[in-house]
């Protein structure tokens, strides 16, 4: 069955240091997404993709990147992790023809130090 | 003010109850409505699309009315695996990117 995976799924790191987090879909789908949800904030998006190589910038996208180089992964990098990046990262992705339904992979908790 | 405004939570109801659950966005070119239910500390999933004529899948309902830029969920019957959290979410038609509301909390207690 297709599906989408993140790893970690918790992760502990101290401020400064640099931090990737997986995202692995196996459902061919173009379009991949980032959001971290927060309480009081509900979930926002950091960043997009619509294909290989394409990448955009989200509400919420300072402090973060991600690379596009095939199909299936979108790893967002946390730059130099601060305090304020401690939260809960969701990865989500969906078909350009059925664009409502994302696919959220289980989240990644991320504690920085 | 947010672009995806829900009531506050939680709502904490008796199995058998009638809830309702409501939702104002702000960008009026906003083209597609969803709900999307969230369990504890897990992933969203959808739960259902939300038509200008009203749509219903089993115990659930929901209602757009585009002039007050209004959503709404109606769940009949309600059920103690009905608690979870519940998203509006409003597609404004822009590549597919969704905008979620903050989600309201729903306990369903026997």
């Known amino acids: 069955d297709a599906e989408i995976t993140q790893s970690p799924r918790h992760k502990i790191t101290e401020t400064g240091r640099q931090v990737t987090l997986a995202c692995h879909q196996t459902?061919?789908?173009?379009?991949m997404f980032w959001y971290r949800q927060d309480l009081g904030h509900g979930l926002r998006l950091i960043h997009y993709?619509?294909?290989?190589?394409?990448?955009n910038k989200g509400e919420v996208s300072d402090g973060y990147s991600v690379s596009r180089s095939n199909t299936e992964d979108l790893p967002l990098t946390l730059e130099s992790a601060a305090s304020s990046q401690t939260s809960v990262y969701f990865c989500?992705?969906?078909?350009?023809?059925?664009?409502?339904?994302?696919?959220f992979g289980p989240g990644t908790r991320l504690l920085v130090l | 003010r947010k672009e995806v405004e829900q009531d506050p939570g939680p709502f904490n109801v008796p199995e058998g109850a009638t809830v309702a659950f409501n939702c104002t966005y702000s960008?009026?070119?906003?083209?597609?409505f969803f709900w999307y239910r969230q369990d504890c500390r897990k992933e969203p999933k959808l739960l259902m699309s939300?038509?200008?004529s009203g749509n219903e899948d089993g115990r659930f309902t929901a209602q757009l009315n585009r002039a007050s830029q209004y959503i709404s969920l109606l769940i009949r019957d309600s059920k103690l695996s009905d608690s979870a959290t519940y998203l509006c979410?409003?597609?404004?038609?822009?590549?597919?990117?969704?905008?979620f509301g903050q989600g309201t909390e729903l306990s369903v207690k026997p």
């Open positions: 989500a992705s969906s078909d350009p023809g059925q664009q409502e339904t994302q696919y």
């Open positions: 459902w061919n789908h173009n379009n």
């Open positions: 993709s619509y294909g290989v190589h394409d990448t």
């Open positions: 960008n009026s070119a906003s083209q597609s």
């Open positions: 939300v038509y200008s």
């Open positions: 979410v409003v597609n404004r038609n822009q590549g597919g990117k969704l905008i």
